[in-house]
C-alpha cells in the first residue's frame, strides 16, 4: 500500500493520543474513547466463568448458520462491524454484494454488531439488506454504555433490549454479544446469554486513520480463524473493504461471520466465553 507501516503505526498512536481526550458519548451518537485490550479474552480455549451457574451444556445454537457455501481449503477470516446500523452500513452491504457477484463460489459474509438505540425507521432498511444478503447481526447492547459500570439488571436490559430489536430482522431471540470498548468483567460473562466476541485484529478505524492503514492492519497480521474489529459509519473502512476482499480472496482467504466461521472450524463457542479466534479444530495449524 501506499503508506509504508512505520508511518501507520504512527498515525495510529497520534489519532489514539488525540480521541483520547476526546468528549465521551452514549447512546446512538456514542464514540470510541478508549483502545484497551479487555482484561479478559482467550482463544478459542474457553476461559472458565468464576462462578459455576453455567453448565458445559450452554453452547451457542449454530444449527441454523448456513456454512455450505465456505470452502473446506480456504483460510477464514471474520470480519466484524461495530456501532451498526450507521451511516456506512448500505455502502458495507453495496461492497459486499459486488464483490459476490464477482466470487460467486466464495462468497463473503460478516457479522455486523448493532446498538439497538440505533435501530430506528431510517435505519431499518440497511440492517433489513444486511441480513438479507446473509449478514450476522450480533449484539453491541442499547446504548454503548461501559458496562463495567452497570449493575446485574441494568446489563440484562442493555442486553435484552436490543436482542428484541434485531428478532424481526433474523427471528433469533439471541446474539453473540460484543461489549461496547471491549470491557469486560465477570459481571458480564454472567449476564450475557451467549457467547462473548472480543478480537484478534484491531484496525483502529474509528480513529479516522486513512484506508491504507486499515487495509495493512488486517493485511499484516491476518491468520486462519481471526477475528477482525471494524466499525460501521466510517468511509474509509469502505474503502479499504474494496481493496481488502478481492486480495483477502487471492491470498486464499474467505471472510466469514463469526458464526459461520466457529462452525466451519468446529469451535462449538460457550456461552458467556469470551473469543479473539475459532481457529480449526482437529488440525495441525
Ligand atoms: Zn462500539
Same mark, same amino acid.
Given at each position: ?18 480521541? %483520547?481526550?476526546?468528549? #465521551?458519548?452514549? !447512546?446512538?451518537?456514542? &464514540?470510541?474513547?478508549? @483502545?484497551?485490550?479487555? /482484561? ?68 463473503? %459474509?460478516?457479522?455486523? #454488531?448493532?446498538? !439497538?438505540?440505533?435501530? &430506528?425507521?431510517?435505519? @431499518?432498511?440497511?440492517? /433489513? ?87 495493512? /492492519? ?68
Amino acid at each position: 500500500m501506499l503508506i509504508p507501516l512505520k508511518i501507520c503505526a504512527f498515525l495510529n498512536m497520534f489519532a489514539y493520543m488525540v480521541l %483520547s481526550f476526546s468528549p #465521551f458519548f452514549v !447512546g446512538g451518537s456514542s &464514540t470510541h474513547t478508549n @483502545t484497551e485490550k479487555p /482484561a479478559i479474552t482467550s482463544n478459542y480455549t474457553a476461559y472458565p466463568l468464576s462462578s459455576s451457574f453455567k453448565t458445559d451444556d450452554d453452547y451457542w445454537q449454530d444449527e441454523d448458520v448456513d456454512v455450505s457455501r465456505i470452502q473446506p481449503n480456504r483460510k477464514l477470516l471474520a470480519l466484524t462491524f461495530d456501532d451498526a446500523p450507521a451511516s456506512t452500513l448500505e455502502e458495507i452491504v453495496a461492497v459486499f454484494l459486488s464483490y459476490n457477484q464477482a466470487h460467486p463460489d466464495a462468497p463473503a %459474509s460478516a457479522t455486523i #454488531f448493532c446498538n !439497538g438505540a440505533r435501530i &430506528t425507521p431510517a435505519s @431499518t432498511p440497511a440492517v /433489513a439488506a444486511a441480513t438479507a444478503l446473509g449478514f450476522e447481526l450480533g449484539n453491541h447492547t442499547q446504548h454503548h454504555y461501559d458496562l463495567s459500570t452497570l449493575t446485574q439488571g441494568q446489563l440484562q436490559q442493555e442486553i435484552e433490549r436490543t436482542d428484541k430489536l434485531l428478532y424481526p430482522f433474523d427471528k433469533r431471540h439471541l446474539h453473540l454479544l460484543r461489549a461496547p470498548y471491549g470491557r469486560l468483567t465477570d459481571e458480564v460473562r454472567l449476564a450475557a446469554k451467549t457467547p462473548i466476541i472480543d478480537w484478534f485484529i484491531d484496525t483502529n478505524d474509528w480513529t479516522g486513520i486513512p484506508e491504507e492503514c486499515i487495509y495493512d /492492519a488486517v493485511w499484516q497480521n491476518k491468520a486462519d480463524g481471526a477475528i477482525v474489529l471494524m466499525h460501521d459509519g466510517y468511509p474509509h473502512t469502505v474503502d479499504a473493504l474494496k481493496q481488502l476482499l478481492p486480495d483477502l480472496y487471492e491470498a486464499g482467504y474467505q471472510a466469514v461471520s463469526v458464526s459461520q466461521m466457529a462452525k466451519a472450524h468446529g469451535c462449538k463457542l460457550k456461552v458467556g466465553c469470551v473469543y479473539t479466534r475459532a481457529r480449526k479444530q482437529g488440525k495441525k495449524g
